[in-house]
């Protein structure tokens, strides 16, 4: 059984810079100071914080959607959840809409921790 973490953030940035951030590796990098390599077309693979983070793009929508195969690397080998990245332009701002499905039950807490702590934290001080 798996479950699900929605999200909505807004960031002091252009949907332009976020969507930057999120697929570029020395972006990535520069702003959470962990290892990244992110290669960004579709079907490309991405790899963050040495490894602890890994899988492939599904679909990239520059500036507007990233939609990941997602996974952790103490997870179970072949045990993928999908990530969804919205990005839409709110004024100065841009919102987010953040969607994970279909981790394994009892990660919840612990993926949204760590969302916030590695992600969310570090792209509010872009």
Same mark, same amino acid.
């Given at each position: 059984?798996?479950?699900?973490?929605? +999200?909505?953030?807004?960031?002091?940035?252009? /949907?332009?810079?976020?969507?930057?951030?999120?697929?570029?590796?020395?972006?990535?990098?520069?702003?959470?100071?962990?290892?990244?390599?992110?290669?960004? +077309?579709?079907?490309?693979?991405?790899?963050?914080?040495?490894?602890?983070?890994?899988?492939?793009?599904?679909?990239?929508? /520059? !500036?507007?959607?990233?939609?990941?195969?997602?996974?952790?690397? !103490?997870?179970?080998?072949?045990?993928?959840?999908?990530?969804?990245?919205?990005?839409?332009?709110?004024?100065? !701002?841009?919102?987010?809409?953040?969607?994970?499905?279909?981790?394994?039950?009892?990660?919840?807490?612990?993926?949204?921790?760590?969302?916030?702590?590695?992600?969310?934290? /570090?792209?509010?001080?872009?």
């Amino acid at each position: 059984m798996s479950t699900t973490i929605q +999200e909505k953030i807004k960031f002091n940035t252009t /949907p332009e810079r976020l969507y930057q951030a999120l697929t570029d590796s020395k972006k990535f990098s520069d702003l959470t100071g962990a290892p990244a390599e992110i290669y960004s +077309e579709e079907g490309g693979s991405f790899s963050c914080f040495g490894g602890m983070i890994a899988g492939r793009m599904i679909e990239l929508i /520059p !500036n507007k959607r990233i939609v990941q195969a997602w996974r952790a690397g !103490n997870w179970d080998s072949g045990v993928y959840s999908i990530v969804n990245f919205e990005l839409f332009s709110e004024g100065e !701002n841009t919102l987010l809409y953040f969607s994970h499905i279909g981790f394994p039950e009892g990660q919840g807490e612990h993926l949204k921790q760590g969302w916030e702590e590695n992600y969310w934290k /570090p792209l509010k001080n872009m």
